[in-house]
């Protein structure tokens, strides 16, 4: 069973790039046709996906965030990473890995992680 973990401060000053790793266990991150997504709910508002790391290493982000977003991955740890830069108090929301199948899409989440950002 696949299980996903997300890592990191949960405090960040506004600037500064926010930097959160998940951790997957029960199953490899270069699987064929898995993907592995970072998705994000700021407090009172709905789920926005952030973008995606493919088991090949290819990414996609979403057109919002696409300049201040980057998204990697360590094959030998097993983990997929999430860099946003410039954050303002607008990025403190819950974040959440998951993924799945392409075709079936996000079926397996973290528990999520609060990151606030504040000086």
């Known amino acids: 069973q696949v299980q996903l973990q997300e890592s990191g401060p949960g405090l960040v000053k506004p600037s500064q790039t926010l930097s959160l790793t998940c951790t997957v266990s029960?199953?490899?991150?270069?699987?064929?046709?898995?993907?592995w997504s970072w998705i994000r709910q700021p407090p009172g508002k709905g789920l926005e996906w952030m973008g995606v790391?493919?088991?090949?290493?290819?990414?996609y982000y979403s057109p919002s965030l696409k300049s201040r977003t980057s998204i990697s991955r360590d094959t030998s740890k097993n983990q997929f990473s999430l860099q946003l830069s410039s954050v303002t108090p607008e990025d403190t929301a819950v974040y959440y890995c998951?993924?799945?199948?392409?075709?079936?899409?996000?079926?397996?989440w973290g528990q999520g992680t609060l990151v606030t950002v504040s000086s």
């Open positions: 998951a993924g799945g199948r392409v075709v079936a899409g996000l079926e397996v």
């Open positions: 029960g199953g490899s991150i270069t699987t064929s046709y898995y993907a």
């Open positions: 790391i493919a088991y090949d290493g290819s990414t």
